[in-house]
């Protein structure tokens, strides 16, 4: 089964402590599902002490990023993903070793894919999202025109006087829909999600030998008491961009990170997300940029540019300071 997911909630306000305690379960079994199914599929092994020398000695990873700029993973809190969950690393050689997606002429467009009605202030802009995709990934995102869920064969219930569709008919329905060159389609709801019997929802959930996936951005919004406005909004859109880009990544064969404080690091809550970065480690950078061959520096530099425009100041000075000391050259 090739599922994943990994966030945690923000819910029904008054439901919100049950929910909580009943999410951290659920939706850790199912990245755990993702987790097995990398590791079978793949053969990672952890990696020996000399493949672990490469990422402080490797020619790729101290001559274009500053490595020590990053921050070394410390031990986890009781109730962070990594306490619970035993993952092996991926260094950057088991990840070219293992079977994965490859980005070709012929298939190189994410495609987001909106499924039913977004509300503006409670959801992510579409094309500022997709503008970053096209940064963060140096790939062509295109957004769909929104899918009538009516016109889908989806599987419904209600949690709490909500509703929620079905993962796995979403997931059918959207792999009929996969245009020739996609490399993915993301599909974007604002509908909450469950995966099948036994659970109370989970937050998306990606069929990577489909490259399909279905993400709910439901539970991300803090609600209309943060105040001003516009921290509301730079909340979701930072929410949905950490979502987007970390289940995307799990689209491109990279599985959870165990070397450095990273946007593919594992969480248990949306707490863990928050104090999560939206960087990719230079491990995982490594990884990345093989499979898609962006230049290095322009990436940092437009994205710094990006979260600046977007009001997110930490993010872009972390970016900018990259774009500063690293060296201008490409894999
Ligand atoms: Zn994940
Ligand atoms: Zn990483």
Redesign the pocket.
């Known amino acids: 089964m090739d599922d994943t997911s990994d966030f945690l909630p923000w819910w029904v306000r008054h439901q919100r402590l049950v929910l909580a305690a009943s999410a951290v379960v659920l939706v850790a079994a199912v990245s755990a599902w993702f987790v097995a199914e990398t590791q079978l599929a793949a053969g990672v092994e952890r990696c020996d002490p000399e493949a672990e020398a490469e990422l402080g000695s490797d020619d790729w990873a101290s001559g274009v990023v500053d490595v020590a700029a990053f921050t070394p993973l410390d031990e986890p809190g009781g109730g962070d993903w990594r306490a619970i969950h035993k993952e092996p690393r991926q260094c950057f050689s088991d990840w070219l070793d293992r079977k994965r997606q490859d980005v070709t002429q012929e298939r190189r467009t994410l495609y987001l894919q909106p499924i039913g009605s977004f509300d503006a202030e409670a959801s992510p802009d579409m094309e500022t999202l997709a503008e970053f995709g096209r940064i963060y990934f140096g790939l062509p995102v295109k957004v769909m025109e929104p899918l009538d869920p009516a016109s889908l064969e989806l599987s419904k219930r209600q949690l709490g006087g909500e509703e929620q569709w079905l993962t796995t008919d979403v997931l059918d329905e959207l792999e009929t829909r996969l245009p020739n060159d996609a490399y993915a389609m993301l599909g974007l709801t604002m509908t909450d999600l469950w995966p099948g019997d036994g659970w109370n929802f989970v937050f998306g959930q990606a069929r990577l030998s489909g490259r399909v996936g279905i993400y709910s951005f439901a539970r991300y919004d803090p609600g209309p008491g943060v105040r001003p406005a516009d921290d509301r909004r730079r909340m979701i859109l930072l929410r949905s961009m950490k979502v987007m880009s970390h289940e995307t990544g799990h689209m491109f064969g990279i599985t959870h990170?165990l070397?450095?404080e990273?946007n593919?690091n594992g969480s248990n809550s949306l707490y863990e997300t928050d104090s999560q970065p939206i960087h990719?480690?230079p491990?995982?950078l490594r990884k990345l940029h093989h499979a898609v061959s962006f230049d290095i520096h322009r990436r940092y530099l437009a994205l710094a540019e990006f979260y600046a425009e977007q009001g997110l100041v930490e993010q872009a000075e972390f970016v900018r300071l990259r774009a500063s000391t690293n060296q201008p050259k490409t894999d």
């Open positions: 990170c070397h450095y990273c593919m990719l480690c491990v995982d």
